[in-house]
């Protein structure tokens, strides 16, 4: 339970969820209530496929490339640092987006790179490499899957969140969201390098 309720909590600040609903009612903004929900399903479906393929694979790329559990430790915190600054800063990438069809954007942009950016994509490698037993492995999945689907109905009810917070509270939130991700980059950066210089 212990790992479900840290892989769960860990995985829903990672994605950024409050950023990622505002660039969602930003790209929906002439959109049908309808439209949005299906694009809500949509985008939840490509990320739950994706991020499942990074936690299992995650061992596998590892031994291709020859690269050192702790070495990704401190590339992907030091990514997701940066994914904290533009948060808090306002500034990260995607917020403007345009297409005709918003259907289109379920994948590209609004999956990746928005809801899993370089960031995220890092953190789930190193989780997925740390798992020992199939067990663990399991409970992190099931968390990484409930993340995740806790945020596709904040995007499915997107309309009424917005109605509830406005787009000043969404901002407020996303900057709160960024000083968690810069705290947890740190944790990830100081971890690999303990671990690397054997302390």
Do not use: W
């Not at 995220?120 to 020992?132: D, N, R």
């Amino acid at each position: 339970m212990e790992i479900f309720l840290a892989t769960f909590l860990k995985m829903f600040f990672i994605m950024t969820p409050f950023f990622v609903l505002s660039v969602f009612l930003t790209v929906t903004n002439d959109a049908t209530t309808r439209e949005k929900k299906t694009l809500a399903v949509k985008v939840t479906l490509s990320v739950i496929i994706l991020c499942l393929v990074l936690l299992f694979f995650g061992k596998h790329i590892f031994s291709i490339f020859g690269i050192t559990l702790d070495a990704f430790r401190i590339g992907a915190g030091a990514l997701l640092f940066l994914t904290a600054v533009d948060l808090i800063k306002g500034s990260k990438d995607g917020q403007k987006v345009d297409a005709t069809n918003i259907q289109e954007l379920a994948v590209v942009p609004l999956a990746i790179p928005i809801t899993v950016g370089p960031g995220t994509i890092g953190i789930l490698l190193v989780m997925g490499a740390g798992f020992k037993t199939a067990s663990e492995l399991f409970l992190g999945s099931g968390a990484l899957i409930a993340a995740v689907v806790l945020i596709g109905i904040m995007l499915y009810f997107s309309h009424i969140i917005k109605k509830v917070i406005g787009k000043q509270g969404l901002l407020v939130v996303s900057k709160i969201t960024g000083l968690f991700l810069a705290a947890l980059s740190a944790q990830t950066i100081f971890t690999g390098i303990k671990n690397f210089l054997s302390l």
